[in-house]
């Protein structure tokens, strides 16, 4: 049986390799997010979806940094690919709704249909656009008995319904 030194001598090597091979895809995550994020800021895609899509690549690159350390260590890969597998369509179905509204948001993000400040009707609903989220936007309106409301709707309704845009008034002189 191996002592410890001797078992401490075998793994060291694979350790300081591993270690390395993360910090260069770290470095690599950074620098490639800042260059597609450069860019991008030339296309007509805003802030919100630069950064996600920005993100979206460096959180890609260190899960691939770190199966790739996780081989280099000599852990067998094959049953957490499985486990990994069944989490994902496990948690794909409980969150299908959440997904759903996520994917519409990051659409409403990139194609901009209307932005902040217009006034949108949706399923007899109409009101001013004061935030759009990744899971919903968020409408301000005034109800019949002249009360101010706010009213979340899930982006995905914003892509399977009817919307009507009537584009926010041009700012009078002074404003």
């Not at 209307?114 to 949706?122: E, G, H, K, P």
């Amino acid at each position: 049986m191996p002592t410890f030194q001797e078992q401490l001598a075998e793994f060291a090597p694979r350790l300081i390799i591993s270690l390395l091979v993360f910090i260069v895809f770290w470095l690599a995550s950074i620098l490639i997010e800042k260059l597609v994020i450069n860019r991008l800021t030339k296309t007509r895609l805003n802030q919100a979806a630069l950064k996600l899509i920005g993100t979206a690549i460096k959180i890609g690159l260190l899960v691939v940094a770190g199966i790739v350390v996780l081989a280099i260590l000599g852990i067998d890969l094959n049953a957490l690919v499985a486990g990994l597998g069944l989490t994902t369509l496990t948690l794909g179905i409980a969150l299908r709704e959440v997904v759903v509204n996520i994917l519409a948001g990051i659409l409403l993000l990139i194609d901009r249909p209307f932005r902040v400040n217009d006034l949108i009707i949706i399923s007899g609903v109409q009101g001013t656009v004061q935030r759009i989220n990744l899971r919903n936007t968020t409408l301000q309106y005034t109800t019949p008995q002249g009360e101010e409301r706010r009213i979340l709707i899930p982006n995905s309704l914003l892509l399977t319904n009817a919307v009507t845009i009537i584009k926010a008034p041009a700012p009078g002189p002074g404003q």
